[in-house]
Every structure is written in structure tokens, then in C-alpha cells.
Nanobody, 128 residues
Framework: VQLQASGGGLVQAGGSLRLSCAAS????????MGWFRQAPGKGREIVAA????????YYAGSVKGRFTISRDNAKGTVYLQMNSLKPEDTAVYYC??????????????????????WGQGTQVTVSS
């Protein structure tokens, strides 16, 4: 699976952005997908994850209620809608794929080591 993330940029606090991650190659529709982020001087952390069906999702506590993960399996794309952005959301955002999870429509992982494929990252900067 090849992943291409886009949609990052500079936004004022309180604003919104939508990140997209386009997948090609192996079967996207059977892969659980995750969004991670890494701020300067910090480790990579999970932001959100979705099962291959999209029916089961996870959000980190810091973004719950503000961010929404969704996917369009027909288009091979996963999205992260980010609303009410805060300066502490500033980071490089990565999408990642955990392939071959067809055995469970509700499965996703919160652990970065479970994801085999990673996009190149897109910078999100939120100014105060």
C-alpha cells in the first residue's frame, strides 16, 4: 500500500482543516487506518483510527469531539476532519495502514508498530 497525505497548512486557532490520505497498491478496503501526529521534540502519538469498514473508530482524548475520521473505500481514501483547532494540535500528521484486517470489521490498533505502511506526513500549524 502506498499512502499520500495532503491537506495540511497554516490555520488560526478555532479554524478547521481536512486531511486526506489516498491509498494505492494493495487492497485498501481491508486495511484498518490510523492518523498519527508528531510535534517538535515529542514522540509520535495516535490521533484517530478506523476499522476497515469504518464502523469502528477511536479518538485520542485530546481530539475527541473535535476531529472525525472517515473513509471512502471506493475512492481508497481516508480523511481526518479537524475542527476547533488549537495551537497544541500543531504537528506533522501521518496516515498509516494496517493491512489484511478483513477478519474483523471492528478491529483497529492504537499502536504505531501495528501499522505496516506510512504516508510521508503533512504539516499542520495552528497559530494562536
Amino acid at each position: 500500500v502506498q499512502l499520500q497525505a495532503s491537506g495540511g497548512g497554516l490555520v488560526q486557532a478555532g479554524g478547521s482543516l481536512r486531511l486526506s490520505c489516498a491509498a494505492s497498491g494493495r487492497t485498501f478496503s481491508s486495511a484498518a487506518m490510523g492518523w498519527f501526529r508528531q510535534a517538535p521534540g515529542k514522540g509520535r502519538e495516535i490521533v484517530a483510527a478506523a476499522s476497515y469498514s469504518g464502523g469502528s473508530t477511536y479518538y485520542a482524548g485530546s481530539v475527541k469531539g473535535r476531529f472525525t475520521i472517515s473513509r471512502d473505500n471506493a475512492k481508497g481514501t481516508v480523511y481526518l476532519q479537524m475542527n476547533s483547532l488549537k495551537p497544541e494540535d500543531t504537528a506533522v500528521y501521518y496516515c498509516a495502514a494496517d493491512p489484511d484486517t478483513y477478519y474483523s470489521s471492528s478491529y483497529y490498533s492504537r499502536e504505531s508498530y501495528m501499522y505496516d505502511y506510512w504516508g510521508q506526513g503533512t504539516q499542520v500549524t495552528v497559530s494562536s
